[in-house]
């Protein structure tokens, strides 16, 4: 009596939305900065050598990854008509048997061992030697697995090409395609998050603090506000594929383009690399000083992605100079000179939107019962301490904003400085809202996309700008 084929699956773009090679880099990578060069040495002695260094050094969360839910529905009525499966890949041997324990829905699991990379024809040739010509279906995504397709008995691909899937059905009449979801590129655009630009309107507040509204100081501006956001674009595309295990883990950030598949890690490297080149092309014409500032900021923000944001108060410290460096970035593109008094309001108060945010995930830890923010180095008995680091902060950026009202370069500036007072009174009524919405748990986890969202916020955003013009103009 013939035995029934076993179904194989493949792992990487099939049974799972994403790259165990591309995965275990960034994670290895988020561990340990070194890991580039380690991986460039490995290389050398073959791909089989390179998969198994960087497994050896990563730290991937089977449960978390973004599992395709289509494939595990016909894995799993596979197994209740008493067939068998089998995971078969190119990933690490290890990685192969974690994911086929953590389902439970494979009879046998294979995956490239040391010296022995399993793809396409060692893959095809394997899996002959386990179970036979035409002893199994495959499911793959991936022009590599061709060869594997014409050895099976039946071919199943997964959200492949058309031209692939035309190809497959030549070479395997019959073959079944399976279109379990479609990319979108609404997720490539959220990849970059585009609405994080808003912070990088920080970029006019020394053209507006000066009080310089000609063309082009505007268009200089209007040019480093692009070629800024297209640089933090390619830092969050390298935050999220960094912190792809912290935000799986995470109730909302688990949806992140990314982190649940609808973006493959491979497509974020490139991303990153045409984003940076896009940047400092647009950089270069407004001068060095404004290509050192990006490079700072674009140095301080990888720094803080490897290591800073998981220590204890240096992370509060850094997310306050980056936004300050925006700042600096203006000044640098029009050329104008930023004042002591806005250097010292910025540090101040961007410190207390930093502990704001460190503040929320702390409060949505304490609802969920965890003992800290996950990827930090803060505990929920922490709390109290970091509202207080808010408060103080941004009370203190108020003082800062009261002194410089009654400074003599106000009277230089302004015709009616006392309107600036106004500001201040904004200021302490915003900051302390956000500090209580926050200790409500009702503080999204970035307090400027609430604010924008926020009507209150807005309300008091415009009142600034009414008592600013009104300031210049009474």
Wanted: a positive charge.
């Amino acid at each position: 009596m013939k035995m029934q084929p076993v179904l194989v699956v493949d792992l990487d773009g099939t049974l799972i939305r994403t790259d165990m090679l591309h995965e275990t880099f960034w994670s290895a990578f988020a561990k340990d900065w070194t890991t580039p060069l380690r991986a460039l040495a490995a290389l050398g002695r073959g791909r089989a050598a390179l998969k198994q260094v960087l497994a050896d050094r990563a730290a991937v969360d089977v449960a978390t990854l973004p599992y395709d839910e289509g494939v595990l529905a016909r894995l799993r009525d596979w197994r209740a008509q008493g067939g068998r499966t089998a995971l078969v890949s190119a990933a690490d041997e290890r990685l192969v048997a974690a994911v086929a324990a953590h389902l439970g829905l494979f009879n046998h699991a294979v995956g490239t061992t040391a010296g022995h990379n399993l793809k396409g024809e060692a893959k095809a040739a394997r899996l002959v030697e386990l179970f036979g010509t035409d002893g199994f279906h495959y499911m793959g995504d991936a022009e590599v697995d061709l060869p594997v397709w014409r050895a099976a008995g039946a071919a199943i691909t997964v959200n492949a090409p058309p031209d692939l899937q035309h190809r497959v059905t030549q070479a395997v009449p019959g073959a079944e395609h399976l279109r379990t979801f479609t990319r979108s590129g609404r997720d490539y655009l959220r990849a970059l998050r585009p609405h994080q630009w808003l912070k990088n309107l920080l970029v006019f507040v020394p053209m507006l603090a000066a009080h310089d509204l000609t063309p082009f100081t505007a268009l200089y501006a209007l040019t480093a506000f692009v070629a800024f956001s297209l640089i933090a674009s390619s830092v969050y595309v390298l935050n999220d594929l960094l912190d792809l295990g912290a935000d799986r883990a995470h109730p909302r950030k688990c949806r992140r383009p990314f982190a649940s598949g609808a973006v493959p890690v491979a497509h974020g490297t490139a991303m990153a690399a045409l984003l940076i080149g896009a940047g400092i092309v647009l950089a270069a014409p407004l001068g060095m000083g404004f290509v050192i500032v990006m490079a700072g900021y674009f140095g301080m923000t990888l720094a803080y992605s490897l290591y800073l944001k998981r220590r204890l108060v240096v992370d509060i410290c850094a997310l306050s100079t980056l936004y300050t460096f925006r700042i600096l970035a203006g000044g640098a593109a029009t050329a104008l000179p930023i004042s002591v008094w806005l250097l010292a309001f910025s540090v101040f108060f961007f410190f207390a939107l930093a502990a704001v945010k460190r503040q929320a995930e702390l409060v949505d830890s304490a609802a969920a019962g965890g003992l800290g923010a996950h990827g930090r180095g803060y505990r929920v008995e922490d709390l109290p301490l970091v509202s207080m680091m808010a408060i103080a902060a941004g009370y203190v950026s108020v003082l800062v904003m009261a002194l410089y009202a009654s400074s003599d370069e106000v009277t230089r500036l302004y015709s009616a400085p006392h309107m600036l007072w106004g500001i201040c009174l904004v200021l302490l009524y915003w900051l302390s809202r956000m500090v209580m919405l926050t200790h409500r748990g009702r503080m999204h986890d970035d307090p400027v996309v609430f604010a924008v969202m926020d009507p209150v916020s807005r309300s008091c955003v415009i009142m600034v700008l009414a008592l600013g013009i009104a300031g210049s103009l009474l």
